[in-house]
């Protein structure tokens, strides 16, 4: 036997692709940003992505207009069409990319999402999947007609229910035969009758979390098949790694049942110092001096307008009662981070514009293809992730470059597929199809 049979498989990175927008990642100003709206920008990112091999396209999504000072957001989109619906279109024009949809469970309900999903997962043949969100502002639910909003204690057990539910329905319709009556009653559902649906090709979508809270981690835990979250480095990137991995076992769940998928950004160049240009000249892009103030009002809580951005930080504390923004997940402590900034900012001697682009990137990986090929595959190596969610800074063909020449690296040092080898998202992310409970199917 030789000294190669005794090596375990290399760990393949997980690779997906987040549409940009409705954030300060997209460089709007770019002669290549293209439209926001347009089929074509979907179809060029998702084809894209498949060409490069990856495992699915990501799809944000937010309930209302996000408002800053009375004013629709300067970053928002206006008529970015629904999630699900972009979906469906782009699993006429895809082969074996998996199309992930974020769809809030505060806002919506278990057998009408369900429905969606399996009929996703059934026109695309088994490639749909789930990023699971909540809500708890009351602004949002203005929109709809509960008109109100969950504490932030009860937006997770929801979610969690939501969950729950939507397996109850696909479960109760066999492989091959006909529905079974469903009744769920809990806290937040009460709910009989029959699932319109056959079971899908997965049997379930794969199901998505984002969030670092202690809830989020939990739920993600008990509940999701990839987390999608943030984390500013390799050593922080194996602590949360640790962390989430290790509260599987209390699910009956083993490690590889739950894949770690930051959201990062990439920016390339031929040599180290190129890249780190480039990146510093989109970092500057990315935060205006109208927008480094509208960040730094998320925080202050009251109106900047009158300060200098390219001035220090005001010397007078946040208002923790501010309202400026709405739609906005708020701060938790907005005192703790002014701190934590202005100390950054005095050590450094940096601008409040220099302070906000420093504080509010994306973990990035920035160097020439080779490094960062060489410093993706650490990360996943080292169990500081499973894979990547990209973020580019341009729709859409931000991605372009990174599928031509970073991926082929990835696949040179063993790292990533040269074909795929499934045709459904679980196939792509190591997962098993979605079993029916003992008893049942």
């Not at 539910?165 to 009758?193: K, M, N, V, Y």
């Not at 682009?357 to 080292?382: H, K, L, N, Y």
Request: net charge negative; glycine share 10%; charged share 25%.
């Amino acid at each position: 036997m030789t000294p190669n049979q005794h090596r375990p498989p290399r760990k393949q990175v997980h690779l997906a692709a987040h549409f940009p927008g409705v954030n300060n990642t997209t460089v709007w100003a770019d002669d290549r940003s293209r439209s926001q709206i347009a089929f074509d920008s979907f179809v060029h990112l998702a084809r894209t992505a498949e060409r490069g091999l990856f495992d699915f396209f990501f799809l944000a999504e937010g309930l209302r207009l996000r408002e800053h000072k009375g004013r629709i957001h300067d970053l928002d989109v206006l008529g970015r069409p629904e999630s699900i619906t972009v979906l469906n279109a782009l699993a006429a024009v895809t082969d074996r990319l998996g199309l992930a949809a974020t769809v809030n469970a505060t806002f919506n309900e278990p057998y009408e999402l369900a429905r969606r999903f399996a009929s996703l997962d059934h026109l695309s043949g088994g490639r749909a999947a789930w990023n699971v969100v909540t809500t708890s502002d009351a602004f949002t639910g203005e929109n709809f007609r509960r008109g109100g909003y969950l504490d932030r204690a009860d937006r997770y057990t929801r979610a969690a229910e939501f969950i729950a539910t939507a397996r109850e329905l696909w479960d109760s319709w066999p492989d091959g035969g006909q529905p079974r009556p469903f009744a769920h009653r809990g806290q937040h559902f009460d709910i009989r009758g029959e699932f319109g649906v056959p079971r899908s090709p997965q049997g379930h979508p794969v199901v998505i979390q984002a969030g670092d809270s202690p809830e989020g981690r939990e739920f993600a835990a008990s509940a999701a098949d990839v987390i999608f979250t943030r984390h500013s480095g390799l050593e922080a990137g194996r602590v949360f790694y640790a962390d989430v991995k290790s509260r599987l076992a209390a699910y009956g769940r083993q490690p590889d049942d739950l894949k770690i998928m930051p959201g990062v950004t990439f920016v390339l160049g031929d040599t180290a110092a190129e890249a780190q240009e480039h990146a510093a000249e989109i970092r500057r892009r990315q935060v205006s001096p109208q927008n480094a103030l509208l960040a730094l009002e998320q925080v202050w809580g009251v109106d900047l307008s009158a300060y200098d951005p390219d001035g220090p930080l005001p010397d007078i504390d946040p208002d923790p009662g501010g309202e400026l923004a709405q739609g906005r997940v708020k701060i938790a402590d907005p005192q703790a981070v002014a701190d934590k900034w202005r100390a950054l900012s005095q050590a450094k001697g940096l601008s409040i514009r220099e302070t906000v682009i420093e504080t509010t990137g994306r973990q990035s990986f920035v160097g020439t293809p080779e490094s960062v090929a060489e410093e993706m595959d650490t990360f996943v190596q080292t169990d500081a992730a499973d894979g990547f969610i990209l973020v580019p800074h341009l729709t859409p063909g931000g991605l372009d470059t990174f599928v031509d020449r970073v991926v082929p690296l990835l696949q040179e040092r063993g790292a990533h597929r040269t074909e795929y080898t499934g045709t459904t998202l679980r196939s792509h992310l190591g997962l098993p199809d979605a079993a029916h409970p003992v008893g049942k199917g």
